[in-house]
Nanobody
Framework: QVQLVESGGGLVQPGGSLRLSCAAS????????MKWFRQAAGKEREWVAT????????DYAASVKGRFSISRDNAKNTLFLQMNSLKPEDTAVYYC??????WGQGTQVTVSS
């Protein structure tokens, strides 16, 4: 019943931009802190960004600060990650997280020339 479905991944050139979406259902989205994580091939899953339930406060990993922006639309039960100035080291599967409870299935982002 609970679902978190990521979309918007794909292939992009270094320096390019991409916007990821995470559509939520089956739980009270507006009450959850939401997060983005990513996992590169052969690496541990790492935290990328956090947004509070009302969207007023955000936080970012040092590696993406100034380039990525997390946001949410509680009326549409959707989480977003705007990714700018992409680097090859951003290549990973990106996952959304309803904090401490639910994971999405992930969407692949590949940054390559």
């Amino acid at each position: 019943q609970v679902q978190l479905v990521e979309s918007g991944g794909g292939l992009v050139q270094p320096g390019g931009s991409l916007r990821l979406s995470c559509a939520a259902s089956g739980f009270t989205f507006s009450t959850y802190v939401m997060k983005w994580f990513r996992q590169a091939a052969g690496k541990e899953r790492e935290w990328v960004a956090t947004i509070t339930a009302g969207g007023a406060t955000t936080d970012y990993a040092a590696s993406v600060k100034g380039r990525f922006s997390i946001s949410r639309d509680n009326a549409k039960n959707t989480l977003f990650l705007q990714m700018n100035s992409l680097k090859p080291e951003d290549t990973a599967v990106y996952y959304c997280r309803a904090s401490n409870r639910y994971w999405g299935q992930g969407t692949q982002v590949t940054v390559s020339s």
